[in-house]
């Protein structure tokens, strides 16, 4: 029984390769570490399933094929939720990008709603958005979703903590680049005091970049709802381990109540 105050949760970050077998044995070894380690929940990064740069309608798989069963496997083997980034089909031609949340009795999925169009990129035209936020409850903590890009959108976070939730996790392919890590530790930061929640985001690791950019550039990490850093990762392959107390999330919403407040409507 996970006690009502309390989360272990690890980030397992990681650089998925070509293969998806590969890719979920990795899942399962990590996984193994993190429940060693007492993790309750285990968050891989977006795109686990395999990495962008592939042919991702070819390798998208619906939710109750055989990809995210084996993950639901794992997860029941270990006795610890898994959040991990897949692609599933979206009807279109294109994909989801799609976070699968299961295991101790959850089952969730969100769709990325805020696509990566930007610095170049494209992600729109192989990857159709989702529309709706999403939580779900392990034992008595609320656990929000959301993806990579995301981040860069406060009101998303803002929602999420107005839903309920006091744990947001943020898997992430976030490519470097120049700025790009002052940008991911200021948007982690900013995102978890939007939202008056702890934030765990898990990137994929650092590896020499494949095509014309890096697919991860690691620094996962865990930030308080004061946005205070608890525990980051370096650019290599590892697991950030972090206990969640969720009492602190209800001390900061009763302090600085910001979620309970609202804009006033624009004047014309």
Not at 72 to 89: H, K, N, T
Not at 147 to 161: K, N, P, S, V
Not at 163 to 170: P, S
Not at 247 to 258: M, Q
Request: charged share 20%; proline share 6%; aromatic share 6%.
């Amino acid at each position: 029984m996970i006690p009502s105050n309390n989360l272990t949760v690890a980030a397992a970050q990681f650089a998925a390769g070509t293969d998806k077998t590969a890719n979920l044995d990795a899942v399962a070894k990590l996984t193994v570490r993190a429940a060693d380690a007492g993790a309750d929940l285990v968050v891989f990064p977006e795109a686990a399933m395999v990495p962008f740069g592939e042919v991702l309608a070819r390798a998208a798989e619906p939710l109750d094929g055989p990809f995210a069963d084996r993950v639901r496997e794992i997860a029941e083997a270990s006795g610890v939720a898994v959040v991990l980034g897949m692609f599933e089909p979206s009807g279109d031609g294109r994909v989801h990008n799609t976070l699968l949340a299961t295991g101790r009795g959850a089952e969730a999925a969100y769709r990325k709603i805020h696509l990566f169009d930007a610095f170049g990129s494209r992600e729109s035209d192989t990857v159709a958005p989702g529309s709706d936020l999403v939580t779900f409850r392990l034992g008595g903590v609320t656990v929000g979703l959301a993806t990579c890009f995301d981040l860069r959108f406060a009101d998303q976070f803002t929602a999420l903590g107005r839903a309920g939730a006091e744990l947001v996790c943020v898997p992430a392919s976030w490519g470097d680049g120049p700025g790009k890590a002052e940008q991911w530790d200021l948007l982690t930061r900013a995102r978890a005091t939007d939202a008056q929640a702890w934030l765990v985001a898990c990137d994929q690791a650092w590896v020499p970049p494949r095509g014309a950019d890096p697919l991860g550039l690691g620094r996962s990490c865990a930030i308080d709802a004061l946005g205070r850093v608890r525990g980051r990762l370096g650019h290599e392959p590892g697991l950030l381990v972090q206990v969640v107390d969720v009492a602190e999330v209800r001390a900061v919403r009763e302090r600085v109540p910001v979620l309970a407040g609202a804009l006033p409507s624009a004047r014309h």
